[in-house]
């Protein structure tokens, strides 16, 4: 028996030769007057389904062949053969086709039609099945594949940064506490608590890869990182992963270059590894996203500082929610306005004012700004958020100072200063906001398995 994906199948040089054996979820029955059913069935290999022609002389095909519908799983074996009509290069004449599991149609919510993406939510079990969740799922694939290719290829080490952590990465965002406290049972002091301290999920790994690119160079971690903010919009999840290199003797401008590549090549791996996905995805999500990636990869970013990005927003003449000062932060209408009309390409915006962005970002010679950078990209705005950390001693803990936080907490961070220190940057890349921008995606609860956002952990 020679068992095979339908990728193999569609994408083999030749029709196999001998029997073949394919396993799949029927999307679709047709029977002909002729005495023939077409069975399409998907196994999630491929974007396309492989045609499974059975001839009403197979013994099971009146009890069950003619009753199949969507849903249902069977084993086809057959010779692959080159296909006349179907739109697909070849398709199986079934020799023997195993039903292994019924799908009533009466409670299948998976019917061949058209699903919004708010039902399919609500059946996030079921939705790798469709066209688009398969489709997605193999884009992320590809990418998590291209992020390890891209920083393995360039001598970076994966490190693997802990989830439950006692710092909070100043204040990145809300965080979930980790306890193992009785709920409810009054307040028991964080003494009690099973790590005898305060515990969350972290926020970002980046202090601690800091302290191992400060010994090993060039790392990069790439996991899952919490976010307890209450904000519901199509860009922000609960739980999201998050790509973070970090990288000794290397300044800002190191970082942005990093970056740019980084992003670069992403979008190239998704072009190729995945052409049939991403033609989906331009026909059927968003027009155009195809030409934008393509676009993207061949044009150079542009590099502007916060405090350009802040005149051209001013002197843009367009009608803001948020009112344009230098010293507030740019929201997200803002790094649109700059990534989509003003440039119309992907922007790195550079050296933002220091009371808007944390203490370990390195202080620029102006005193008043220091050196970050956000990675911004049209429809999505920021995708990547990075900066050359502060490395001297003295200017880190003032800053700490500045920003109310004990210097006690950071002293393990602090050490990396105390001893050795380098010039080091690094940044933090959101996956699923980059998913969404390769696919046209237009909520990022899409673009993952099992979203987590307020109020909402069904599965
Ligand atoms: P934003 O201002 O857009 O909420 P941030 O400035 O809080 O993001 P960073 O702390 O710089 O984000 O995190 C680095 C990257 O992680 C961001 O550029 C973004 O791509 C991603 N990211 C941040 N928060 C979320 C979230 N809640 N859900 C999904 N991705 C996120
Ligand atoms: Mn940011």
Known sequence: MNQMTIAEVLNAPAAPAGKTTVGGW?????????????????????????????????????????????????????????????????????????????????????????????????????????????????????????????????????????????????????????????????????????????????????????????????????????????????RHLAEFWMVEPEMAFCDLAGDADLAEAFVKHIFSAVLTGCPRDMAFFDERVEKGVVATLEHIVASPFERITYTQAVEILEKSGQKFDYPVSWGSDLQSEHERYLTEKHIGRPVIVTDYPRQIKAFYMRLNDDAKTVAAMDVLVPRIGEIIGGSQREERLDVLTARMAEGGLKPESYWWYADLRRYGTVPHAGFGLGLERTIQFATGMANIRDVIPYPRTPRSAEF
């Open 26 to 234: 029927v999307r679709t029955v047709r029977l002909s007057k002729g005495g023939f059913a077409f069975i399409a069935i998907n196994d999630g290999s491929s974007f396309d389904n492989l045609q499974i022609v059975a001839k009403a002389e197979l013994p099971n095909y009146s009890s069950e062949l003619a009753r199949l519908t969507a849903g249902c799983s069977i084993l086809a074996e057959g010779s692959i053969v080159e296909s006349p009509g179907s739109g697909q290069r070849f398709e199986m004449q079934a020799e023997e086709i195993r039903i292994l599991g019924w799908a009533d149609p009466a409670g299948y919510p998976i019917q061949p039609k058209h699903h919004t993406y708010e039902f399919l939510r609500t059946q996030a079990h079921l939705r790798a099945r469709t066209n688009t969740f398969g489709a997605v799922a193999r884009v992320r694939n590809a990418m998590s594949l291209a992020i390890h290719g891209f920083f393995q290829s360039r001598g970076f080490l994966y490190v693997h940064t802990p989830i439950i952590t006692a710092s909070d990465c100043e204040g990145a965002g809300q965080m979930f506490r980790v306890t193992t406290l009785p709920v409810g049972g009054g307040a028991l002091p964080a003494e009690e608590d099973f790590f005898g301290r305060p515990t969350f999920l972290t926020v970002s790994g980046q202090m601690e890869a800091e302290t191992y690119a400060c010994g090993l160079g060039k790392v990069y971690t790439f996991g899952p990182t919490f976010r307890a903010e209450n904000s519901n919009t199509a």
